[in-house]
């Protein structure tokens, strides 16, 4: 299980672990892939990278208008056969996760912070552009 792309590959490894997860990467800010594990496919990572930044856009319109506006601190999508996770992984990352469908969404959840906890967030910060 090991990950690819960039001299932060081990950072992967501990939420690779965990049971039921699919794939795992680390995008920046514009959806531009930083890190992904060894199982996924560097097309398919793209494509997860540019997916959840859409949807980290489309969490601040929401956070702009019925909130306090910023960036969504999480976002989970259930789908027919699993999940999607994306949460903040330091300034403007993002360590998104997909999942089998039996999973435990609230371990996935705290494993993501821990690994982002645990890697730093200052190893994965990327500059945040404005609007």
């Known amino acids: 299980m090991v990950a690819h792309a960039g001299d932060n590959s081990w950072m992967l490894e501990q939420i690779r672990s965990v049971r039921g997860v699919r794939h795992a990467i680390v995008l920046t ?20 990278a540019a997916a959840c930044a859409g949807l980290t856009s489309l969490g601040r319109g929401v956070g702009d208008e019925f909130g306090t506006g910023g960036d969504p601190k ?35 959840a705290q ?9 730093g967030e200052r190893t994965l910060s990327t500059p945040t552009r404005t609007r």
């Open 29 to 48: 800010s514009d959806g531009l892939l930083k890190v992904k594990t060894d199982q996924t496919a560097t097309d398919v990572a793209d494509k997860l």
């Open 111 to 119: 494993q993501m912070q821990l690994q982002v906890l645990q890697i």
């Open 74 to 108: 999480q976002v989970m999508v259930e789908f027919e056969g699993g999940f999607l996770f994306v949460r903040g992984a330091g300034d403007g990352s993002r360590l998104a996760v997909v999942t089998d469908p039996v999973i435990d969404p609230g371990l996935i």
